[in-house]
Nanobody
Framework: QVQLVESGGGLVQAGGSLTLACVAT????????MGWFRQAPGKERETLAA????????YYADSVKGRFTISKDNAKKTMYLQMNKLTPEDTAVYYC??????????????????????WGQGTQVTVSS
């Protein structure tokens, strides 16, 4: 069983930056495909970014492309989300998620929340105007 724990959320002014971290315990991190998601009140869970389990390839939603950066440190079993140029529209609870093998042939990462098995508890990010 994998456990994911997010940290790094908080209150920041518009235009500011935050870095979220997601620590995984309980299995081989190197073969773990991961992603970041967020959910604002009254809205569906939104995919922000995903990172492959093997080749480092990444995916970004249009809403965060150029502002957010996803990365993964296998030695620390930690995934990060560097968030820059934050706006009030980025206010939400942010979640990390992961999935274990097997993976579909040819797929490096997964972008739908329904494709993930393990979830963190979420961390609140609030951006003030």
């Amino acid at each position: 069983q994998v456990q994911l724990v997010e940290s790094g959320g908080g209150l920041v002014q518009a235009g500011g930056s935050l870095t979220l971290a997601c620590v995984a315990t309980g299995r081989a991190f190197r073969s773990y495909s991961m992603g970041w998601f967020r959910q604002a009140p009254g809205k569906e869970r939104e995919t922000l970014a995903a990172i492959s389990w093997n080749d480092g390839s990444t995916y970004y939603a249009d809403s965060v492309k150029g502002r957010f950066t996803i990365s993964k440190d296998n030695a620390k079993k930690t995934m990060y989300l560097q968030m820059n140029k934050l706006t009030p529209e980025d206010t939400a609870v942010y979640y990390c998620a992961g999935r274990s093998p097997p993976y579909q042939l040819g797929r490096s990462y997964y972008t739908s929340p329904y494709e993930y098995d393990d979830w963190g508890q979420g961390t609140q990010v609030t951006v003030s105007s």
